[in-house]
């Protein structure tokens, strides 16, 4: 029988998390990361051991995660945004540079990047998947989150 490894959904004590979040959209992001933080605590991460930057827009994201990530003081590092379709191409170019931007620094670092950055076309979905119908994106990513890392540790 094959070996199964899944990782559970306790933080280790000691763990650190760092979340980054995009200030535009903030009726948005400022959900998201209520919901991050709150299931981070919830699932055993101490609130000391989570640390939030705040950066202006989502195209900023990668810059900031990856200063995060290079330092050594995070497991997880949790990219949290939104990206509302307007009446231009803008939207296309931001989230496909930045969920790029975001897979490399995970595979250059080997720290886990999650993306939680909304690409939605109207902010009624957006508000949706930040704590309404849709659950919480940001939430989701922690939970995410705590799962890689324990996955990691048992892959050594």
Same mark, same amino acid.
């Given at each position: $029988?094959?070996?199964?490894?899944? =990782?559970?959904?306790?933080?280790?004590?000691?763990? /650190?998390?760092? #979340? %980054?979040?995009?200030?535009?959209?903030?009726?948005?992001?400022?959900?998201? /990361?209520?919901?991050? +933080?709150?299931?981070?605590?919830?699932?055993? +991460?101490?609130?000391? &051991? #989570?640390? +939030?930057?705040?950066? *202006?827009? &989502?195209?900023?994201? *990668? +810059?900031?995660?990856?200063? $995060?990530?290079? &330092?050594?003081?995070?497991? @997880?590092?949790?990219?949290?945004?939104? %990206?509302?379709?307007?009446?231009?191409?803008?939207?296309?170019?931001?989230?496909? &540079? %930045?969920?790029?931007?975001?897979?490399?620094?995970?595979?250059?670092?080997?720290? *886990?990047?999650?993306?939680?950055?909304?690409?939605? /076309?109207? $902010?009624?979905? !957006?508000?949706?998947?930040? =704590? =309404?119908?849709? =659950?919480?994106?940001?939430?989701? @990513? @922690?939970? !995410?989150? #705590?799962?890689?890392?324990?996955?990691?540790?048992?892959?050594?």
């Amino acid at each position: $029988m094959a070996k199964e490894i899944s =990782g559970r959904l306790l933080a280790d004590n000691g763990d /650190r998390f760092g #979340i %980054v979040v995009a200030r535009f959209n903030d009726l948005v992001t400022g959900r998201l /990361r209520e919901g991050a +933080v709150n299931t981070l605590v919830r699932h055993g +991460v101490a609130d000391e &051991s #989570i640390d +939030v930057a705040w950066v *202006p827009g &989502s195209f900023e994201l *990668p +810059v900031v995660c990856q200063k $995060m990530a290079a &330092s050594g003081k995070y497991a @997880a590092v949790l990219a949290l945004g939104a %990206v509302i379709q307007g009446d231009t191409d803008h939207h296309d170019y931001i989230n496909h &540079s %930045v969920a790029q931007q975001l897979s490399a620094i995970g595979k250059n670092t080997g720290v *886990p990047i999650l993306f939680g950055v909304l690409t939605c /076309r109207t $902010m009624e979905q !957006a508000l949706d998947r930040a =704590g =309404g119908k849709a =659950g919480n994106k940001g939430s989701e @990513a @922690a939970l !995410a989150a #705590i799962e890689t890392v324990n996955v990691l540790k048992h892959l050594g």
